[in-house]
């Protein structure tokens, strides 16, 4: 079974950085897509961006140019750099495996228990 385990969230003012890491077990982490995902209070879950096996990189519009998928597979992790944070950023983040091919989508149905990211104005 896949486990999700998120870190790194955390209150931080507008502008501001944070970095996101996320741990997968149960999956043979280097051939897999990941990616993250967020869901903002009474807002749906929505995709950020998605990292393949061989390390090309998506965002969606609202993150591009100021938020960065990487991972370490030796580590079975994945990362989010986030910069220049927006107010709008504010949502739990969750990770989650992912197929190689587009458009982005969820290969695995079970979430971890997200990481809370607050951006204050």
């Known amino acids: 079974q896949v486990q999700l385990v998120e870190s790194g969230g955390g209150l931080v003012q507008a502008g501001g950085s944070l970095r996101l890491s996320c741990v997968a077990s149960?999956?043979?982490?280097?051939?897999?897509?990941m990616g993250w995902y967020r869901q903002a209070p009474g807002k749906q879950r929505e995709w950020v961006a998605r990292?393949?096996?061989?390390?090309?990189?998506n965002y969606a519009d609202s993150v591009k140019g100021r938020f960065t998928i990487s991972r370490v597979n030796v580590k079975n992790t994945v990362y989010l750099q986030m910069n220049s944070l927006k107010p709008e950023d504010t949502a739990v983040y969750y990770c989650?495996?992912?197929?190689?091919?587009?458009?982005?989508?969820?290969?695995?149905?079970?979430w971890g228990q997200g990481t809370q990211v607050t951006v204050s104005s």
């Open positions: 149960g999956i043979i982490f280097s051939i897999n897509a």
């Open positions: 990292i393949t096996s061989g390390g090309t990189t």
């Open positions: 989650n495996v992912m197929y190689n091919s587009s458009p982005p989508r969820t290969r695995n149905g079970s």
